[in-house]
């Protein structure tokens, strides 16, 4: 079973806000630009887990970031935080 991260970014930053994060942890870590993905909450939770290829996940999120990971699908999801 592999594990990933899902990193979802504050608004008005991109999914490069966590750029310091991810060069410090290994193995798949993903963290998409939420904006391209549709224009409601639920469009960019969506997408944003077919940026990934982990059968379980640990989700953070940031401003805008922790409402999208509260609309994920739990039974996928490991852990989930909102940071901030």
């Known amino acids: 079973m592999t594990l ?8 008005p930053l991109d999914g490069s806000m966590w750029a310091a994060q991810r060069n410090l942890l290994p193995g798949a870590t993903s963290a998409p630009t ?16 077919e940026t990934t290829n ?12 922790g409402p999208a990971r509260s609309r994920l699908p739990w039974p996928r999801l490991i852990g989930s935080q909102p940071w901030c």
């Open 4 to 11: 990933g991260l899902l990193l979802l970014h504050a608004l």
């Open 34 to 49: 939420l904006y391209g993905f549709g224009s409601s909450v639920e469009d960019w939770a969506a997408k944003a887990l």
């Open 54 to 65: 982990a059968e379980r996940l640990i989700v953070v999120g940031c401003s805008v970031g």
